[in-house]
């Protein structure tokens, strides 16, 4: 056995966390650029952690998935100020955005330099500017990962700009923090933190460390996304899916994802379809043609476990025979897409004729090559098909 564990950023994790934010920025400067929406900055008290610690700083609004022209313009903005740290405040698109504009002041050049698939694939080569992330929704993980998802509209793709040295220095969650996100956030953020927990578990590159993780944060969405989707106030329903969200995080970073993943870079790059939309609608159809691909492999076995190993936390019981019980996690997962009123991807102007191109780009992406399975053509179209 064999395998490699990334290096997380300093976590703290719990309850009232934010109010140490100053104490952090002040460990990395006392110049920072704090790049966030305009509704996740109203969250949190800048005036106050700022005044208080004699730290000065400048707002960079990130409205929106982060685009090339975003990312540099962001980079220029930092660079005129002489930022000495960088504070992301968000959900997992405006804490890419910070991630990535903290990477490039230390680089030099545009975003689309470093950018895979589709850009240069230039190395990231110099530490970037001390990183602080701040997540306000429970979902991406992207606090704890190497990688920023940047979103080019003329080449209709996403891509990752990725390295190590773009971890943060610190990863700041305070649940409170996402007590008034709105239900509709809740819901696609939640479903993108399921996913990724579950294409990490049956990642064909998991391993032991990632799997145990992995297997407690599903059971921490299972148990509390619903909840907190029906009521946003519930506390302990938030603090599980803060976990739950920055456990996908760290088993994505080592462990990969699939084919959700791989749909969700040329789907959102093409169509205004959210990040999360896209990893809720196609979850539960990916996973069910994982099993049905899977299925005739004597190789096979262990991933299948796997997934009955997921149904065995939707029951809350052992399942005495497992090989029979795949479909659990399957029908639970499209319960529970229809519960939290996840829309279909046709809404989003997504046609069948789109199905080709958009299967094409899939099949290059970095994510897909996790999947457990090698899916034909016709399985994809049928998963994209199921979501229209």
Avoid: W
């Amino acid at each position: 056995m064999q395998f490699d564990l990334l290096a997380t950023p300093q976590i703290y994790f719990g309850t009232g966390k934010v109010e140490t934010l100053g104490n952090l920025i002040s460990e990395f400067g006392s110049k920072a650029l704090i790049v966030g929406s305009e509704s996740a900055l109203k969250v949190i008290n800048l005036e106050k952690i700022f005044t208080n610690q004699n730290l000065e700083y400048i707002r960079f609004i990130a409205k929106g998935e982060p685009t090339i022209e975003l990312v540099d313009r962001g980079v220029a903005a930092g660079l005129d100020y002489k930022a000495e740290v960088v504070v992301g405040v968000g959900g997992g698109s405006a804490l890419d955005a910070g991630k990535a504009i903290a990477g490039i002041i230390k680089n030099g050049g545009s975003a689309r330099d470093y950018m895979d698939v589709i850009g240069k694939g230039l190395k990231i080569i110099h530490p970037a500017l001390p990183y602080i992330a701040v997540p306000t929704t429970a979902g991406t993980g992207t606090e704890v990962t190497k990688n920023a998802v940047i979103k080019s509209p003329e080449d209709g793709y996403k891509a990752s700009i990725r390295s190590p040295l773009l971890v943060p220095k610190v990863a700041l969650i305070d649940p409170t923090l996402t007590l008034s996100v709105p239900s509709k956030i809740t819901a696609s953020s939640g479903l993108d933190a399921l996913c990724q927990l579950i294409e990490a578990y049956t990642s064909n590159k998991s391993n032991p460390v990632t799997d145990a993780l992995a297997l407690l944060g599903i059971q921490k969405a299972i148990n509390s996304l619903l909840v907190a989707y029906e009521d946003g106030t519930n506390l302990n329903a938030r603090e599980d899916m803060a976990l739950a969200a920055l456990l996908s995080g760290i088993c994505l970073a080592n462990a990969g994802l699939g084919a959700v993943h791989g749909f969700a870079s040329p789907l959102g790059g093409s169509f205004p379809i959210p990040h999360g939309v896209v990893c809720a609608a196609l979850l539960a159809g990916v996973v069910e043609q994982n099993i049905l691909s899977l299925k005739p492999s004597k190789t096979s076995l262990q991933t299948l476990v796997k997934y009955a190993k997921m149904g065995e936390l939707v029951i809350k019981k052992p399942i005495k025979y497992r090989e029979d019980d795949y479909q659990i996690i399957i029908d639970y997962l499209k319960t529970l897409t229809q519960k939290l009123h996840t829309p279909s991807l046709s809404t989003y102007g997504l046609k069948e004729t789109d199905f080709p191109a958009i299967i094409e780009k899939v099949k290059k992406s970095s994510s897909y090559r996790y999947n457990p399975v090698k899916l034909d053509d016709a399985a994809l179209s049928g998963i994209l098909r199921q979501a229209l």
